[in-house]
Structure formats: structure tokens, C-alpha cells
């Protein structure tokens, strides 16, 4: 990898950092990042990158690219066959102009990353991205992260989404989702078999609100791993969430991670783990735990059949009272993967939980 982001660069850099990499078979993944004079002259240097034979991975995020600059740009791309991982991240401007540049996409035949975040994408942009990566048959992954327009209004857009027939991970993190649009959101993607990973961290409006979108958990009928990491989650949506996805055979790994409000709060929550009948991953990292959630966690998991992998890591809390919880896992017998990285374990911690898992 070579980084190359906020260097300052003028658009003639370009072409002798292009002869260079020709000869580099090893050299994959370029970052070009936070370069703004390359936005401006895209033009002028974007014929250079034809001469990256190599290169697998191309970042050109925070680059301020204008509809007409990147124009250019996105034609040379499809010169460049070894090219499987796309980064545009936060160039702004190409928000609401994608029909001008997005019909390039359709000759990059290996594309298998396209990250469009934070480029203000609005609704209409949706139906030109499913379009143009439609007949991409390697594309797998398409991040969409921090478009906050596509919040409040998934039932103008979700409809195009199924046209995206390959894609195997779809990011909507942080784009102000609400609970409405995860109803269009999950009817969509109930009919894309491919979709497996849909991630909804950080939309906050599903915090509170589980009750209201929950049930459409149901309807992601291909679903496998559900992320709603740092989403304001209360204890009260735990039950709502719990018992849809104990009603979703196909839902094996569940994402809580970043919802502080778990922490302390375990016993009021836990009981519901035991619904989750299909669960095979639990991640609970940085939610604040403290020790004595850790018993009510542990014996409600015990229920939890399929459940191999449980992730505790980041909350620091049990660092330093091992002694008052690692008597507790023992309970959770099918448990292979038990994560508690980052949490401030001291040496004695260490000790208590050898003991405890010896009895797993």
C-alpha cells in the first residue's frame, strides 16, 4: 500500500507517481486521498492512471471532484481491469450529478467495492447507482455511508435496490435512517438472495423505536448478519429486536455494538437473548457493560442453542472484577469465541477467567 493523502498535490505529480507504480506488480492499493488540486484538474492527469496495471484498490476520497472533472476520471477506470476496489468517499459534488458519471461503472467489469460515502447523495441518485452496477456481476459490496438524504425517504429510493442482483453487503450506516424506511428497506432486500450483510449502525432515529420497525426484520428473508451498532438502542428495544430475529432462521450474526445504554442495565434486557434461537454471533462491544450485567448476560445466552460466538470487547468496566463475573461463564457451554479485548483486564482478571473457561 502506498499512502499518498494530503500531500498537497498538483495534477503533474500524477503522471510520474503513474510511471513508477507500472513497474511496482506488487504495489496494489493506491490512496490518493485529500488531494483537492487533483479534483480540479482531473482532466489533465486522469489518463496517467491507465499506466497503474496493478493497482487493486484506488482512494480517491476528499479529492473535490465537480460532476464535469470527474467525468474524465471514471472513463479511464475501466482501462484499468485489475481495479476491484473503488473510494470516493466525500467528494460532495458528485451527489445529485451520478447519472453523468455513473454510466462509466458499467464497463468495470471487476468491481467488487464501490464506497460512496459522505458525497450527498440524494434519493434520485439511488436508482442511476442500481442501474449502472446492475450487470456488474463481481460487485459485492456497496457503501453508502453518511448520505443523510436517504433517511425519511427509502420509499422513494428502495425500490431500485433489488435490481442490484449481486450484491452481497449493502451499508446504510449513518444515513439518518428512520423506522419507516426500514419497512421499504427490508421489503426490498427480501427479494435480493444474494444480500447477506445489511449494516443500519448509527441511523440514532431506531433508538427508542424498535417496536414500530422491528417486525419488517422478518422480511429480510436472506439476511445473515443484521448491524445496528451505535444506534441509541434503549432496553426496551431489546425485546423487540430479540423476538423478530428469533423468527428469522437465516439471521446468524446480530450486531449491538455502541449502544451505551445496555450498559448496567442487563437484567431489565437479557431475558430476551433467549428468543434469539438462531443467534450465532452476539457482538456487545463498547455498550458500557459493567460486571454485573455480565450473570444476567451469561445466563440468558446459556439458552441461546446456536450461540458460538459471544464479543464483550471494549467494555472496560469488567477490567478489575473478574473475580465477581468469570464464575458466571461456565453457564454458556456452547460458546466457542468468547472476545473481552479491551477491557482493561489486569493480570489477576486473567487468572479468574482461565479458570472459569477450563469449565467450558
Known sequence: MLNLSNCSFEWKAVKHIAAALGDMP?????????????????????????????????????CSFQM??????ASVLSDMPGLTGLILADNKELGRSSNSWLRFLKQMRHMQTLNLSSCSLQWTDVEHIASS?????????LILVDNTALGGSAEKWSGYLPQMTHIQTL??????????????????????????????????????????????????????TLNLSNC?????????????TGNNPRLANLILSGNSALGGTADLWSHSLSQMRHIKLLNLTNCSLQCTDVEHIASSAGSMLRLTDLILAGNTALGGSALTWSRYLPRMTQVKTLDVSYCSLQSKDITHIASSVGDM
Open 68 to 73: 464535469t472533472t470527474f467525468e474524465h476520471v
Open 26 to 62: 506488487r504495489l496494489t492499493d493506491l490512496i490518493l486521498a485529500d488531494n483537492p488540486a487533483l479534483g480540479r484538474s482531473a482532466k489533465l492527469w486522469s489518463r496517467y492512471l491507465r499506466q497503474m496495471h496493478h493497482i487493486e484498490t484506488l482512494n480517491l476520497s476528499s
Open 232 to 244: 441509541l438502542l434503549q432496553v426496551e428495544d431489546i425485546e423487540h429486536i430479540a423476538l423478530n
Open 133 to 141: 452496477v446492475a450487470d456488474l456481476t463481481g460487485l459485492t459490496d
Open 171 to 224: 451499508n446504510l450506516g449513518y444515513c439518518s435512517l428512520e423506522g419507516v424506511d426500514v419497512h421499504h428497506i427490508a421489503s426490498s432486500t427480501g427479494t435480493m438472495p444474494e444480500l447477506t450483510n445489511l449494516i443500519h449502525g448509527g441511523n440514532i432515529a431506531l433508538g427508542g423505536s424498535a417496536r414500530s420497525w422491528s417486525h419488517h426484520i422478518l422480511e429480510m428473508r436472506y439476511i445473515q
